[in-house]
């Protein structure tokens, strides 16, 4: 079973920025779709950016201009860039693989075991 890691996550002020990694056990980000998903407590779990192996991009309203997913091959990373942070991004972050070209939620994913999150808190 391919082992996802995220990190990056942290505690940080309306407005402010920070960027997510994400690797895992296997060499998979160049061959697949690759997104980044958040849980909020209460709430289900929502594909927010997602990446193809073709270079597309896409993401949900309410991060579109904000965040922006990019992957580095060579170290089998994916990355998540994010500015103008907001306290409703507060939430644990995710990647994994989509398992259909959607965002928002109700988006599956391929791999039943979720690596362990990243905290992002947004809060003054």
């Known amino acids: 079973q391919v082992q996802l890691m995220e990190s990056g996550g942290g505690l940080v002020q309306p407005g402010g920025s920070l960027r997510l990694s994400c690797t895992a056990s296997e060499t998979i980000f160049t061959s697949y779709p690759t997104g980044w998903y958040r849980q909020a407590p209460g709430e289900q779990r929502e594909l927010v950016a997602r990446?193809?192996?073709?270079?597309?991009?896409e993401y949900v309203d309410s991060v579109q201009g904000r965040f922006t997913i990019s992957r580095d091959s060579a170290k089998n990373m994916v990355y998540l860039q994010m500015k103008n942070l907001r306290p409703e991004d507060t939430a644990t972050y995710y990647c994994?693989?989509?398992?259909?070209?959607?965002?928002?939620?109700?988006?599956?994913?391929?791999?039943?075991?979720w690596g362990q999150g990243t905290q992002v808190t947004v809060s003054s």
């Open positions: 990446l193809t192996a073709g270079g597309f991009r």
């Open positions: 994994n693989l989509p398992r259909q070209p959607c965002t928002g939620f109700g988006c599956e994913a391929v791999f039943g075991s």
